[in-house]
């Protein structure tokens, strides 16, 4: 096995995780993600290759690379993502530990146990509604008893703990908080709740975790607990009476950067090491396409992670919004 030295960032940050987006489309079009009328999809043939994936996870998992992180738009309308999944754990001999998947949860009750059977390790399930006209509004579908089925179908499977991520969005769904906990509340769930970030057209005001907490407190109690091994950016609490727990995830109000340990990387390969404005990204897919060696792959990995800045600069009242729409970027 080759190993390589580890990556580290300008700020002294060891990376290790990589969110890594296999498609820019979506079945839904969430209004913080997507605008209404859509954007321009990437080309198929400019999408990373199943072969350029497996081996850019690989050259990645050497340089100490311990997590990946599918996400879109929606990995699952990737054609052949069971496929492209089993490239991806090739890399465990590299050293590749996790295998884990952001969906919206619209396939899973079909694609739930082959994903698994590929290699995939975790899921995390994007739902923030409970209330199906609500759904609707959001996502711009009415599809939500069949995420709810795809939940089902995981908890049968016993694939569990299973993550479920709520964006919170004021006036939205922001009195829904203290509903995911009873309507989860006999499942060995982890509810995460998620500050809205600025993209795009949409623009919400702020939600804290201190009002999310509030609400879910009217009815509960909470017990903070410390997070699972490499829990990110969230702080964990154990809702006593129940077998949830739930987290709170603020990019605004709770920056994390001082300890970010991630880079995105978009499908079609651009990297992209801050959620922030980032105008010079290195396209590694066209690296490996002018015919590239691993070492040369490599140092085209640390010339982009060069790039990466301290700390973003978006604010809590949305100044400085982050650049582009949420669908193009990867999750």
Same mark, same amino acid.
């Given at each position: 096995?080759t ?8 700020s002294?940050?060891?990376?290790? +995780?990589v969110?890594?987006? @296999? ?5 839904f079009r969430?209004?913080?993600c997507?605008?209404?009328c ?14 350029e994936?497996g ?7 050497e340089? =100490? ?6 996400? !879109? $738009? ?25 295998? &884990? ?5 619209? /396939?899973?009750?079909?694609? #739930? ?5 590929? $290699?995939?390790?975790?899921? /995390? ?9 609500n759904?609707?509004?959001i996502?711009?579908?009415d ?14 499977? $016993?694939?569990?703990p ?6 919170v969005?004021?006036g939205?769904?922001? /009195?829904?908080?203290?509903?995911f ?14 500050e809205?970030?600025?993209? !795009? ?18 009815? +509960? ?5 410390? =997070?699972?091994?490499?829990? $990110?950016? #969230? ?5 006593? !009476?129940?077998? @949830?727990?739930?987290g #709170?995830? &603020? ?17 079609? &390969? ?20 002018? =015919? ?13 992670i ?12 949305g ?7 949420? @669908?193009?970027?990867?999750g």
């Amino acid at each position: 096995m080759t190993v390589r030295a580890p990556i580290i960032d300008p700020s002294g940050r060891r990376i290790h +995780y990589v969110r890594l987006s @296999v498609t820019d489309r979506c079945n839904f079009r969430c209004v913080y993600c997507m605008p209404e009328c859509g954007v321009e999809f990437i080309e198929r043939k400019q999408l990373l290759s199943f072969e350029e994936t497996g081996r850019l996870a690989r050259v990645l998992a050497e340089m =100490g690379v311990d997590r990946i992180r599918l996400t !879109g $738009g929606e990995p699952t309308v990737r054609t052949g993502i069971v496929q492209l999944i089993e490239a991806i754990a090739e890399a465990r001999s590299s050293g590749l530990r996790e295998i &884990g998947m952001t969906t919206n949860g619209w /396939n899973l009750s079909k694609l #739930a146990q082959p994903l698994r059977a590929a $290699g995939l390790d975790r899921l /995390n399930i994007s739902l923030d509604t409970l209330d199906r006209a609500n759904f609707t509004k959001i996502t711009r579908t009415d599809r939500l008893d069949v995420v709810l089925e795809g939940i089902e179908a995981v908890c049968a499977m $016993g694939w569990l703990p299973l993550k479920i991520n709520v964006v919170v969005c004021k006036g939205v769904n922001d /009195n829904e908080p203290a509903d995911f906990v009873e309507r989860f509340a006999d499942l060995p769930v982890t509810i995460r709740f998620i500050e809205y970030m600025p993209f !795009g057209e949409a623009r919400f005001p702020l939600v804290p975790w201190s009002d999310v907490r509030a609400k879910i407190e009217a009815r +509960y109690r909470l017990r903070e607990i410390p =997070g699972p091994a490499g829990s $990110g950016p #969230a702080n964990y609490w154990k809702v006593e !009476g129940t077998r @949830v727990e739930v987290g #709170a995830i &603020g990019a605004l109000s709770r920056q994390f950067c001082q300890a970010c340990n991630r880079v995105r990387i978009t499908s079609d &390969g651009m990297l992209k090491t801050c959620l922030a404005y980032e105008p010079e990204m290195v396209s590694l897919r066209d690296v490996m396409r002018d =015919g590239a060696t691993d070492d040369q792959l490599e140092a085209a990995i640390r010339r982009g992670i060069l790039r990466k800045p301290e700390a973003h600069i978006t604010t809590e009242d949305g100044a400085n919004p982050f650049e582009g729409h949420m @669908v193009q970027i990867g999750g």
